[in-house]
């Protein structure tokens, strides 16, 4: 007889992330919408970009579908690690200037990060025991519950400790970080980073740095990537994407890194480079090559620069919210080298409860914290990466 994947059955029976905003969240707004129809809502929930693609990036896109139109140009299936021009971007004009010096080799290109968030965990056995930050973007989790490991802890992540959580106090395998942070809108110090590094260098540990928010840093103290921190390319995989960086939420683009210099108890040198490379060939043949042409424009300089001015007008976005949210009354932490603002709602009040009051007092709608893990009760993520009309008219109405 057929059984069915056990894994997968638990997580549908207690609702995924997604699910839970999909049917809780949505419907929450469609009862609001119908009980006041007259009143507007502001979208805040999601981390979805809608400010259009820049042109030089949309030349490229042009460009490279007007190619695969003609025998001479047409380009069929490439190599399922990315094609070498994009990977020798990403380590030349993503990282080397930051004193990163990787190798096209070590660098896995996706379509998007998402995938690899599931993905990455293959390299690692079951019985691994997984540090996660609480709270957390769901998917981590649900992909180790998915791939069948129950030995899980949480890193607290809260106003005490400004939402960078302390070390492990014993032993862990796998320690996921995602900085600059969602949910939480924090930010690490190369202090706070480099602690990290030094744990999972002395008890062979790896890190999963999830660096998608990285260009919306601006204080050039803050590292936007784990390997300025000495040592990092023995101990860390990072993960980078093209959706908040320049837009590509829709043509879908990312990639990974897994340093030759990685290694676990029983790896040399390059075999964990070597494993994924056999997993990606297995599970994925490769990104879209027009989404790949226009993730190398984003990476030229000119490229660069106009996906800079787009991150600006976000972090703008969430200044304005942020100075608005404040003069209503509401604490709010993140919201600098950060899209999301993090929210603490009045003592004693749920996570539901402050989306329900701030949905109908203001019509400004985002995610409960408690959705993001028990850390995140009596908070509300709430996202900037809107159209600056509707920030414009969200404030107002919340003056
Ligand atoms: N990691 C984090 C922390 C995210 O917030 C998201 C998307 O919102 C992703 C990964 C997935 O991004 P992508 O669009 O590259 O798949």
Not at 115 to 139: E, M, R
Not at 274 to 296: K, P, T
Request: aromatic residues 10%; contains cysteine; proline residues 5%.
């Amino acid at each position: 007889m057929t059984t069915k994947n056990t894994n997968l059955s638990k997580l549908f029976a207690s609702s995924t992330f997604a699910d839970m905003v999909r049917n809780k969240l949505m419907k929450k707004i469609d009862v609001h919408q119908s009980s006041y129809p007259q009143k507007e809502i502001y979208m805040m929930a999601w981390g979805d970009t809608n400010h259009p693609l820049p042109p030089t990036i949309v030349e490229a896109l042009v460009d490279a579908a007007a190619r695969l139109g003609h025998q001479s140009t047409y380009t069929g299936y490439g190599a399922f690690e990315g094609n070498v021009k994009l990977r020798e971007a990403i380590c030349n004009n993503h990282y080397k200037h930051r004193g990163i010096y990787l190798q096209p080799e070590e660098i896995f290109v996706s379509d998007g990060a998402q995938s690899v968030t599931f993905d990455i965990q293959g390299l690692f056995g079951l019985d691994n025991v997984i540090a996660l930050q609480d709270p957390i973007y769901p998917p981590y989790l649900e992909a180790n519950l998915l791939a069948g490991r129950s030995k899980i802890i949480y890193l607290g992540c809260n106003e005490e400790n400004n939402f960078i959580p302390e070390l492990p106090k014993s032993k862990v395998d796998v320690i996921y970080l995602c900085f600059p942070n969602n949910p939480t809108g924090a930010v690490a110090t190369k202090e706070k980073l480099k602690a990290f590094v030094d744990y999972a260098r002395s008890y062979n540990s790896i890190i999963i740095f999830d660096a998608v928010y990285s260009a919306f840093i601006t204080e050039p103290h803050i590292p936007r990537s784990i390997y300025e921190i000495e040592g990092a390319t023995e101990c860390a995989i990072e993960i980078g994407s093209f959706s908040k960086m320049a837009g590509f939420t829709g043509l879908r683009l990312g990639w990974s890194v897994v340093p030759v210099a990685l290694t676990l108890e029983s790896t040399v040198a390059g075999e964990l480079t070597e494993m994924f490379r056999l997993s990606q060939s297995i599970r994925f043949w490769g990104a879209s090559n027009l989404a790949q042409q226009g993730g190398i424009a984003a990476l030229s300089q000119q490229g660069q620069q106009e996906c800079q001015e787009i991150v600006n007008y976000y972090l703008e976005n969430a200044r304005m919210l942020k100075e608005g949210l404040s003069a209503f009354g509401l604490t709010c932490f993140g919201g600098t080298n950060n899209p999301y603002i993090w929210v603490k709602g009045p003592e004693g009040m749920s996570s539901w409860e402050i989306f329900n009051q701030l949905l109908f007092k203001t019509g400004i709608v985002g995610i409960p914290g408690s959705l993001f893990g028990a850390s995140g009760e009596g908070f509300l993520r709430l996202s900037t990466l809107c159209r600056r009309e509707d920030m414009e008219k969200a404030v107002e109405n919340l003056a």
